[in-house]
């Protein structure tokens, strides 16, 4: 296959906090031979495992990016025992734009993989972690929120495996992470996902939904910098001791979790995130907007459970969804 055509101004190799940059070729009209710049921070401290955290998968995310950008700016070599690469913002055009895909070309990362070393740029984003970057890693850390669309209770998941002992380890840093909740997640989706080109490597991969609504709130923007923090000491690969925090957790058994709209217009919750709701409770209404006189159509819960996660803009369109609702287990 082609070689990636991005370089890293960064030696994966060198002792000490090293601060630098992706380097992808990107012709365009205001500048022929321009560049993406990727900020990159690889800190090695001897042997041991290596931890990649990542976050802004999408542009519109914060937590993950306020949690790494703080990491980065603050970590210390004598701290760690292996290596940590730390890329705040994975989809970096996506991010600076403030938009959950690439503007350069629409991409959306996480459906982007294994992506392509002679594709658009996203997919030479996601060949370039493919390739180079998750199979130096053991541990894997990947942060997402709502974005501008969705809002989220601030939750840490890992993925139901074939292997359990790979699961069994990653719920273990699920647990470490220590999110408000934590879910074992069955991905209905998992085709072109950065998560998926993780596991089937192998590796002990955690995710996040930590908010969301284009914006990072004090509380989870501190979850996102604690939790990272957790997830770093409990690798074995930062000094430290493990904050413990309490958390609920939470299970997405069936398509019944998902309420979809089949209406377009304004809507208006009758339950917030955090509420407990019956089967057949009614949760949103959607008012057409194009006249007076109508009568909103009503959405109902269709199972009981805990409010986890809803649309967030005041609008929505057919097919949009408006609602996830988990349940609540112990483990
Ligand atoms: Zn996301």
Known sequence: MVASPISATVDFGAEGVNHGFLRLPYSRD?????SVMIPITVVKNGDGPTALLTGANHGDEYEGPIALFDLAARIRAQDVTGRIIIVPAMNYPAFVAATRTSPIDRGNMNRAFPGRPDGTVTQKIADYFQRVLLPMADYVLDFHSGGKTLDFLPFCAAHILPDKMQEARSFELVRAFGAPYSVKMLEIDAVGMYDTAAEDMGKIFVTTELGGGGTASARTAEIAIRGARNFL????????????????????????????????GMIQFLADLGDVVEKGQPIARIFP???????????????????????????????????????????
């Open 289 to 331: 907007v194009a006249r007076t006189g109508l009568a909103p159509v009503t959405l109902a819960a269709r199972r009981s459970g805990l409010f986890t996660a809803r649309h967030f803009p005041g609008l929505v369109k057919p097919g949009d969804c408006v609602a996830v609702i988990a349940e609540q287990v112990e483990i």
């Open 30 to 34: 205001d500048a022929a031979w321009g």
């Open 233 to 264: 000491i409990a690798t074995g690969v930062l000094a430290g001791e493990v904050t413990p925090q309490p958390s609920q957790w939470l299970d997405m058994p069936d398509e019944d979790c998902f309420t979809f709209a089949e209406d377009g």
